[in-house]
């Protein structure tokens, strides 16, 4: 094979066309172009350029790369062919009007460094008089990250409160579907009980939060801040010490966080709701046969759910959730004499006991076994909180729809009665506010949790920032874009209860999954000693639903070498960085960004620790529950055109 081009030549033959070069030599793979350097995504640089015979003779070309100055001119020739007499490589021949090309072999050519390369055409008997012109190119990684570090500050199991929209309110609010669309609006505007002996009825009228509601909502929650702080001071606190009593949750709340959230929304944790968007109740006394309003009463109504993940977080011997109503007087007529309102729980629960209502008032102390006010005791009236504890003692799972509505009663009269609808736990295809309790969870406690709540799983991409970087990279290009919370696409967990078999008959797990996508088709890729030992990690995780080996996955597979192949590698810029690169050994374009899953060649203890401590178990994911993965350390990059670089949290 002839290795030079035009200058090496001694002599020329005469006669014939001499062959031609192309005008626009590329590198790749993938062939794409930033500006004008073409990006590669991998080591094993493929040149390639045309080239032409006017006899119609075979041609090849000599392909010549060099390292550039600052402004990307020519430098000095790179060395491409190892033990090569002319650092040059040629390519095989091919027809004119083709298109020639060939490939550096690794550890030839350096991560982020700028090259520029050109071609020289032969026909077999004529060489080509000058080169093509320069075409630009540097390898460039998915994704660029320092080595990792020894300490972080990524909180990996922190979690958010949402705010959600009930499916299924009441009909004093809309309802919605699924998909979050309203399904029927607001239907109730006066529910009335039957007229006692003397022709008088109770109605009550339902009304979602209110401007003034929320101003309302606002002023008790100061005042029981003020309360609280008061009733520390008494206690013998210092100003500091009871204004850090202030400052929590006061004792009567059952969701911590709850108590100042504004009015007006719903909110939620993967344990505990918060239900703020309940509005308030007004009580009407009518003379029917007079067709007369005999008087009012009105109360501003909230929520909580508490859920324990495990028995012992809830002090009992049985897996648990709580409820509580807040009813808040705002203003009681004195033709009532005095109300009664009594909070009607109700559940589908099989294996569930329910105790009696406790009531107290916003500092906690003991209110009788019913939610009374006596008109001559105010205004202002105390706020009344009720709670009932609900033990599942059943075994498997259960999830245990809700449904909650109040009924009034007035001293005027010893008939007049009224119930108004709260609504329920959701719609079946949602049920956001439906507790599952089970046993199921190995290492833990029975315990019930709100799984309509999906955690998130943010994995620390300081101590972990090649598998951080790949899971990021795959996030994107995806089909399902498995995990991401920017394309709003779950996880789904493998759990111990899942009813799909491996071949011995037991529950498929992730050992059999990830046998699948790291199997023997996989092999390390050559790297810089710097990478040390490392393993196939597989995308989306093995322990996961989304996993290309599981059998009722979308993304499966018949084997990892349908996944997107990656490697890890030192950059060769003079900096301590690692890049994540397209291994091309199998598919020589790289990824096409259409495969459904990935594996990589990642750092033994990255792969290893990534997804250690992840916390199943406190948050009772059992099989298909949803959950996110978050990688705050490439978030900030938003496409895949241009190498993501890594950033430090914390």
Known sequence: ???????????????????????????GPKFSKSGTVWRVISPQVVLRNTVTDADGDT??????????????????????????????????????????????PYGRLKTGVLYTFRTSAYD???????????????????????????????????????EFT?????????????????????????????????????????????????????KRAEALRTAEEAKARKAGKSPAEAAAVAAVAPAVELVDWCWDKPVGKDYMNRTEACLKHIGSATLVFVDADKNAEIGFAKFDIEQRIKAYPNKGASGSNFAEFDQQIAIMPVSIDQALEGVTMKWNVGSTCQSCVTSSMKWTDGQNNNAGSTAYWNVDDGPPYGDRWGRVTTQWNGSGKETIGLGWSVTATVDASSTAIATANFGTSGIDEVKELAPRCDDWVAGSAPGCVLPYFKPTWTLDTNKYP???????????????????????????????????????????????????????????????????????????????????????????????????????????????????????????????GTERCGRAAIPNLQNEQAFSGFPAPTWRLLDADGFFVTLPGFEHCTSTATTCTWRKIG
């Not at 309802?175 to 006066?190: H, I, S």
């Open 124 to 162: 077999g008997s004529l060489y080509e008089t000058v080169w093509s012109p320069w075409a630009n190119f540097r390898i460039e990684p998915y994704v660029k990250f320092p080595a990792a570090q020894t300490s972080s500050t990524i909180d990996k199991t922190a979690q958010e409160i949402i």
């Open 466 to 592: 090649a598998a951080g970087g790949y899971y990021w990279y795959m996030q994107q290009v995806m089909p399902d874009h498995a995990g991401s919370k920017r394309w709003d696409s779950l996880m789904h967990y493998l759990g111990p209860d899942t009813p799909e078999k491996n071949s011995a008959g037991n529950p498929w797990n992730s050992n059999n999954s990830r046998d699948r996508v790291c199997d023997s088709t996989w092999s390390v890729h050559p790297s810089d000693a710097s990478v040390g030992s490392v393993d196939c990690d597989e995308y989306a995780m093995a322990s996961t639903h989304e996993s290309g080996g599981y059998p009722k996955s979308v993304n499966l597979v018949t084997s990892g070498s349908k996944c997107a192949q990656f490697f890890t590698d030192k950059m060769g810029d003079a900096s301590a960085n690692f890049g994540l690169h397209a291994d091309t050994r199998t598919a020589t374009n790289g990824p096409s």
């Open 166 to 218: 009930r499916t299924n309110p009441g009909p004093a609010l809309p309802t919605f579907d699924a998909n979050g669309a309203v399904k029927r609006e607001a239907t109730q505007e006066r529910t009335c009980g039957k007229q006692d002996t003397q022709g008088r009825k109770l109605c009550i009228e339902l009304s979602p939060p209110t401007a003034e509601s929320q101003v309302r909502a606002k």
């Open 1 to 27: 094979m002839a290795a030079a081009g035009p200058q090496d030549l001694g002599a020329i033959a005469a006669g014939g066309e001499r062959p031609v070069s192309g005008r626009n030599p590329s590198a």
């Open 59 to 104: 041609s090849n070309l000599t392909f010549q790369v060099y390292t550039t100055n600052a402004d990307g001119t020519p430098k000095a020739q790179v060395d491409i062919d190892g033990p090569g007499e002319h650092d040059v490589l040629v390519s095989s021949y091919v027809v004119s009007g083709g298109t020639a090309r060939v490939t550096v």
